[in-house]
């Protein structure tokens, strides 16, 4: 490998580091903050899903700024899918829905109409087809490029892990009752802190990759060479 690509790959790699650290060190910033601190940034509606939302908002953006247009028609399901995370920030899933949209009974109520079930259904199957175009597009590609250690790949993987971490922190003191594990306040609190800001490492992740998928290969391809 030449000079010139190998800073490439580890400038691309060092903004990943720093925007992950950003955010471990935003959870760290905010737990040792006074409880009504806390819950005046964390609260719904507050400062940090305001953020979240607006980074999913930027992403989208980003992807008609900096792609080609062949590229953003081709993977429309990326807008889609921000779109999605937006408005599940939003609450958006629940709110204009009588029992919610990912509940089961929004189409086994009998509360609800059959007009609102058809729309749901609509939505769940644009999702779902969506999803599947996604995965059935870009898993190898993904793969390929984490085994590699590729900057955008790598992004990608670590907001991966944030929603998962978010899902796994969403609640967790209930999650962990019917193990007979209790958890103190001081835990919850910090699950409920790492559980809101690890969401809005999620954008922030998606949108280092969208930069870095237009940026790295025009810095590679301006870089002189200096193989022999």
Same mark, same amino acid.
């Given at each position: 490998m030449t000079t010139a690509p190998q800073n490439t790959v580890l400038g691309g790699k060092t903004i990943v580091l720093g925007m992950t650290l950003l955010v471990f060190a935003m959870m760290a910033v905010v737990a040792q903050l006074p409880l009504p601190m806390q819950g005046s940034l964390l609260a719904e509606g507050g400062p940090f899903e305001t953020l979240s939302v607006v980074g999913y908002g930027l992403c989208i953006l980003m992807m008609f700024a900096l792609w080609p247009k062949a590229s953003v028609a081709r993977r429309w399901y990326f807008a889609v899918f921000m779109a999605l995370f937006a408005a599940r920030e939003l609450d958006l899933d629940k709110k204009p829905f009588t029992e919610g949209l990912l509940k089961a009974r929004q189409f086994s109520s009998d509360g609800v109409?059959?007009? =609102? $079930?058809?729309?749901?259904? &609509?939505? #769940? #199957? !644009? &999702?779902? %087809?969506?999803?599947? &175009?996604? #995965?059935?597009? =870009? !898993?190898?590609?993904?793969?390929?490029? %984490? %085994? $590699?250690?590729?900057?955008p790949q790598l992004a990608v993987l670590i907001g991966l892990l944030f929603i998962v971490v978010y899902k796994l922190t969403d609640g967790l003191a209930r999650k962990l009752e019917p193990f007979g594990i209790t958890l103190g306040r001081e835990q919850i609190d910090l699950a409920y802190v790492i559980e809101e800001v690890g969401e809005l490492g999620i954008p922030l992740m998606f949108a280092v990759a969208i930069y870095l998928t237009y940026r790295l290969p025009r810095i590679a391809a301006a870089a002189p060479s200096t193989a022999p």
């Amino acid at each position: 490998m030449t000079t010139a690509p190998q800073n490439t790959v580890l400038g691309g790699k060092t903004i990943v580091l720093g925007m992950t650290l950003l955010v471990f060190a935003m959870m760290a910033v905010v737990a040792q903050l006074p409880l009504p601190m806390q819950g005046s940034l964390l609260a719904e509606g507050g400062p940090f899903e305001t953020l979240s939302v607006v980074g999913y908002g930027l992403c989208i953006l980003m992807m008609f700024a900096l792609w080609p247009k062949a590229s953003v028609a081709r993977r429309w399901y990326f807008a889609v899918f921000m779109a999605l995370f937006a408005a599940r920030e939003l609450d958006l899933d629940k709110k204009p829905f009588t029992e919610g949209l990912l509940k089961a009974r929004q189409f086994s109520s009998d509360g609800v109409s059959l007009m =609102e $079930k058809g729309i749901a259904g &609509i939505i #769940l #199957l !644009t &999702i779902i %087809v969506a999803g599947l &175009i996604l #995965l059935r597009r =870009e !898993t190898r590609g993904f793969i390929r490029g %984490v %085994v $590699k250690g590729a900057a955008p790949q790598l992004a990608v993987l670590i907001g991966l892990l944030f929603i998962v971490v978010y899902k796994l922190t969403d609640g967790l003191a209930r999650k962990l009752e019917p193990f007979g594990i209790t958890l103190g306040r001081e835990q919850i609190d910090l699950a409920y802190v790492i559980e809101e800001v690890g969401e809005l490492g999620i954008p922030l992740m998606f949108a280092v990759a969208i930069y870095l998928t237009y940026r790295l290969p025009r810095i590679a391809a301006a870089a002189p060479s200096t193989a022999p």
